[in-house]
């Protein structure tokens, strides 16, 4: 089990996060349309996994913004952007705010990448969502980089997630 600070408070998660240099775990997700993204849907292109409790808070929709205008840069790297979010506000967001260069995906049904990643949240007020995170996978669907983000109300390393697919 991990900690996260959440409004100044302790949270627990469901545990670690995956290791670099391991396989990161399958997971099946839902895209805005309702359809599957699968990580094996990404194989051969490295992926940046955006992880984050809610688009409808500030700092999680920053997050998508930033990786967004970034993507722009990357060569064979898939950003996808990853929470507990209905897929219907996903959409809603990368409608709203003109997002094309990123991927929104939903752990809403099958709830297990949060346990496979150790970043779903155990208890305090987002119990059940999932904590902020940055994973980074080679073509391969190996970890390069991870960061938990240990005050939730904090932004990712941008560039320490970007610079390990240099």
Same mark, same amino acid.
């Given at each position: *089990? ?14 670690? %996060? ?55 840069? %990357? ?10 979010? %209905? ?25 297990? *990448? ?6 779903? *949240? ?45």
């Amino acid at each position: *089990m991990a900690q996260v600070i959440l409004g100044g408070n302790t949270v627990n998660t469901y545990g670690e %996060l995956p290791e670099i240099g391991e396989k990161a775990p399958h997971f099946e997700l839902l895209k805005s349309d309702l359809s599957v993204g699968r990580l094996k849907d990404f194989e051969g292109k490295r992926l940046v996994l955006n992880i984050f409790p809610s688009i409808d808070t500030n700092t999680c929709a920053t997050s998508v913004r930033t990786f967004n205008e970034r993507a722009k840069k %990357l060569k064979n790297t898939e950003v996808l952007c990853i929470s507990r979010d %209905l897929p219907f506000a996903l959409k809603r967001f990368i409608d709203d705010e003109g997002i094309t260069n990123v991927t929104n995906l939903s752990d809403f049904r099958e709830r297990t *990448m949060g346990k496979d990643y150790g970043l779903e *949240m155990m208890d305090g007020p987002f119990e059940g969502l999932l904590s902020r995170a940055v994973i980074v996978l080679d073509e391969k669907g190996v970890i390069l980089h991870s960061e938990r983000v240990q005050d939730i109300s904090n932004e990712p390393d941008y560039d320490a997630a970007l610079n390990a697919l240099a």
